[in-house]
């Protein structure tokens, strides 16, 4: 494990080169998306900027109200859309191209929870997933191996999906465990548990009470303990509060210039700097799976968030599989398509299950007519 040293005047330095920082998301809803595996680029000038007394809190809470879309509404017409769909088309009506491209490769899953397998409500607690989108879930396990990566902690994403049969990773992927039973590719992979932060438990643990502490006075924040991470949730805070209550978790982070924050959905998340995130979970799985060199294997992530950003960067870089975004308004992006709701994850892990089945059907029948063939000669 490696622990980047850092200087508290880096914190958010840190967050700016992961992607996250406040120009990235001004741009993101300001500027049609760029083309599909372009980079985001950040000169030290911004960096300095965004750093640099004063302005910060304001940049703070610029970048929380671009995680808004209350903010910057886009009509199914307007050019952004437009541009938007041309360079990340609907996965559904790709999908005979995606099944194509997937041919002979073996696919493997990975599923952001919140926002993609789950609805986005107020209340964190409240996030559960359908019965149907469980059993969609389910069925997708039973022919593809699959992997939730989420930002919560590990517990508390498995007592939402409740299935024995995946590979979980929570806390951005700094808790990772294989299927506790059921998955016929369990016996392909090695015996898997990965917390590359563990050192970070009593830090993580210290900094959650003080931020409960500290935006205690701030009517609707919630502070969330995710085991590895700590989420600030501010959907439920009147905006005009959203510059102090930046200011307070600023204030808590100055005294731990091991952690960083990065930015969720209306969420503050602080979490240590080691050089892990969901991009680094989704390779440690596939080769945790027997992929580490494989050229035929077909990594699929559908994801929400800017946390699942590292993820789609990954595909990219290694040229293989794609990635998914979850939303309905134009965002900068190194996925290759989208999905506007969970409603329509559930459609395509649906049509991905039926087209498997088909396939299989279609297997066994040749095999079927092989082995009669073959009888039929000996007679
Ligand atoms: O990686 P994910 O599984 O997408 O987790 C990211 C964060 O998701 C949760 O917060 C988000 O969903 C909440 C429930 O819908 C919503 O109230 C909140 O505004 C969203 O940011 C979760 O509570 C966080 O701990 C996760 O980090």
Redesign the pocket.
């Known amino acids: 494990m490696e622990v980047v040293k850092m200087t508290k005047q880096n914190v958010v330095d840190s967050d700016a080169k992961a992607g996250v920082n406040t120009a990235t998301f001004t741009a993101a809803v300001q500027k049609p998306p760029p083309a599909p595996g372009s980079c985001i680029n950040i000169s030290r000038k911004t960096l300095v900027e965004i750093n640099s007394g004063p302005r910060i809190n304001n940049n703070w809470v610029d970048s929380m109200r671009a995680s808004s879309p209350t903010h910057h509404k886009y009509t199914s017409l307007s050019e952004d859309n437009t541009s938007w769909m041309v360079h990340h088309p609907s996965a559904l009506n790709m999908f005979e191209q995606i099944i194509g491209a997937s041919k002979g490769k073996k696919m493997v899953m990975f599923l952001?929870?919140?926002?993609?397998l789950?609805p986005?409500?107020?209340?964190?607690d409240q996030?559960f997933m359908s019965d149907a989108m469980r059993g969609t879930v389910r069925k997708l396990a039973r022919y593809f191996p699959t992997a939730i990566v989420?930002?919560?902690c590990r517990d508390k994403?498995y007592s939402f999906v409740q299935l024995a049969e995946l590979y979980y990773a929570g806390s951005?992927g700094m808790d990772i465990e294989g299927p506790s039973k059921g998955s016929k590719y369990k016996k392909e992979a090695q015996a898997v548990l990965f917390q590359p932060a563990s050192d970070f438990l009593p830090m993580i643990d210290e900094v959650y009470k003080e931020l409960l502490d500290k935006t205690k006075c701030i009517e609707g924040v919630r502070v969330?303990n995710?085991k590895f991470c700590v989420?600030v949730?501010f959907?439920c805070v009147d905006e005009k509060e959203w510059g102090e209550l930046a200011q307070h978790v600023r204030s808590v982070l100055k005294e731990y210039p091991k952690l960083r924050l990065s930015q969720?959905?209306?969420?503050l998340?602080i979490r240590p700097i080691i050089k892990w995130d969901k991009g680094k979970a989704l390779e440690f799985l596939l080769d945790s799976l027997g992929y580490a060199n494989c050229t035929n294997v077909f990594p699929v992530y559908i994801?929400?968030?800017r946390?699942d950003e590292d993820a789609f960067k990954v595909l990219r870089e290694r040229g293989q599989g794609f990635g998914i975004l979850v939303s309905k308004t134009p965002k900068d992006t190194y996925a290759s398509y989208s999905l506007q709701e969970p409603s329509e994850v559930m459609i395509f892990l649906r049509r991905l299950v039926e087209w498997k089945k088909l396939c299989l059907r279609r297997q066994s029948k040749i095999q079927k007519q092989i082995e009669e063939i073959k009888a039929s000669l000996k007679n």
Request: hydrophobic residues 15%.
């Open positions: 952001d929870y919140d926002g993609t789950s986005i409500v107020d209340d964190p996030a989420s930002g919560r994403v951005h969330e995710n989420s949730h959907r969720g959905r209306k969420v998340e994801g929400d968030d946390t």
